[in-house]
C-alpha cells in the first residue's frame, strides 16, 4: 500500500506514543503532536517522527492555525487520529459545569476542532481517514465517570454524522470503541477524580476508587496489539486484508462484552414494547 501520513494527537505518553511507534514501524510517515513543551515528545522526534506543540483545548483559531503549518511541513495528511483525553470521574450531582465542559473541551470539542480543520485539506484530495478513540463508555453509562462517558457518548454521534456526510467526498470516518488497556490513563496524574461531600454517594466512589486501583497495571488490553489492529483496519492490511472498513469496532474483551449486552438488552427492549412503540402514530 501507498505510504500514508498519520498525525496522532496526544501522543506524550499511553496510546498515542504507541500510535505512532507502530506507524512508523510500518513505514509511514508519523506526525506526532502533544500539549506543552515540544520537549515532551522529543522521544518520537528521535524515533522518526515529526513534532508539534497542539493543544486540542486551544481556541479553533490557535487548532487551525497550527494544522495549517503542519499541512504545509509535510505535503498533506492522510489520516487523523483523534487521540487526545483523559478520564475525568463524578456523578452528575458532584460534577459541576465547569468541570464537565473541561472534560468536552478535550475529548469532544477538541476532536471536533482538529477534525474541522483538517476536513478543507481531505476535500480538496477527495481522500482522507478520520479516526476517533472512542471507548466502551461511550456505550455503556459509567455511573461515578459521568463527564468522561458522556464526551464519549457524544463522540459517537459526531462520528456517525461525519461519517454519513463526507463518504461522496471519499474521505472515510471509524470509531473505535476501546475498552481497558494498560497504559497510564488510570494513574493518578491522568485520572482526575473530585472529592465530594454528599454522603449518599460514599459507597458508589469508594467502589468505584477499590476497582480502579485494582486495575491499574492490570488491565485486560495489550495496547501493541490493539495499535495494531486499529493501523491494519485503516490501512486495509493484516486482519483487515479483503474486508470493508467497519463503521466502529470495540476493542478488547471488555469492551466487547458490554457493546454485546447493550446491544442485546436493546433489541429485547425493542421485542416487548414493539406494540406500544408503533402505537403512537396518527391514525
Not at 487521540?83 to 471536533?112: D, K, P
Not at 461519517?163 to 475498552?179: C, D, P, Q, T
Not at 466487547?256 to 447493550?262: I, S
Request: proline share 4%; with cysteine.
Amino acid at each position: 500500500m501507498t505510504q500514508l501520513t498519520w498525525l496522532v494527537t496526544g501522543c506524550s505518553s499511553g496510546l498515542g506514543e504507541e500510535f505512532i511507534r507502530g506507524i512508523l514501524s510500518r513505514g509511514d510517515k508519523a506526525i506526532a503532536t502533544s500539549r506543552g513543551p515540544i520537549s515532551r515528545i522529543q522521544k518520537l522526534k528521535e524515533a522518526g517522527a515529526s513534532t508539534y506543540s497542539l493543544d486540542v483545548s486551544a481556541p479553533k483559531l490557535e487548532v487551525d492555525s497550527i494544522m495549517s503549518l503542519i499541512i504545509q511541513e509535510n505535503g498533506g495528511i492522510d489520516v487523523l487520529v483523534n487521540n487526545a483525553g483523559y478520564v475525568e470521574n463524578g456523578t452528575l450531582e458532584e460534577s459541576s459545569r465547569e468541570t464537565i465542559l473541561a472534560q468536552y473541551e478535550t475529548n469532544l470539542f477538541g476532536s471536533i476542532k482538529a477534525t474541522q480543520a483538517l476536513l478543507p485539506h481531505f476535500r480538496q484530495k477527495r481522500s482522507g481517514t478520520v479516526v476517533f478513540i472512542g471507548s466502551m463508555y461511550g456505550w455503556g453509562g459509567l455511573p461515578s465517570g459521568l463527564p468522561y462517558a458522556s464526551s464519549k457518548f457524544a463522540l459517537e454521534g459526531v462520528h456517525e454524522s461525519l461519517k454519513e456526510s463526507v463518504a461522496h467526498l471519499g474521505i472515510k470516518s471509524i470509531i473505535f470503541e476501546l475498552g481497558f488497556f494498560r497504559t497510564q490513563v488510570l494513574h493518578p496524574n491522568n485520572f482526575k477524580s473530585r472529592i465530594s461531600e454528599i454522603g449518599d454517594y460514599d459507597a458508589l466512589r469508594a467502589g468505584t476508587a477499590e476497582f480502579l486501583q485494582a486495575l491499574q497495571g492490570n488491565e485486560p488490553g495489550d495496547p501493541k496489539k490493539g495499535i495494531k489492529v486499529m493501523i491494519d483496519v485503516v490501512k486495509g492490511e493484516g486482519v483487515a486484508a479483503g474486508k470493508a472498513m467497519p463503521e466502529r469496532l470495540p476493542l478488547g474483551v471488555d469492551a466487547l462484552d458490554l457493546v454485546r449486552k447493550k446491544c442485546e438488552d436493546t433489541l429485547a427492549i425493542c421485542k416487548e414494547w414493539e406494540h406500544i412503540i408503533n402505537s403512537t402514530n396518527f391514525d
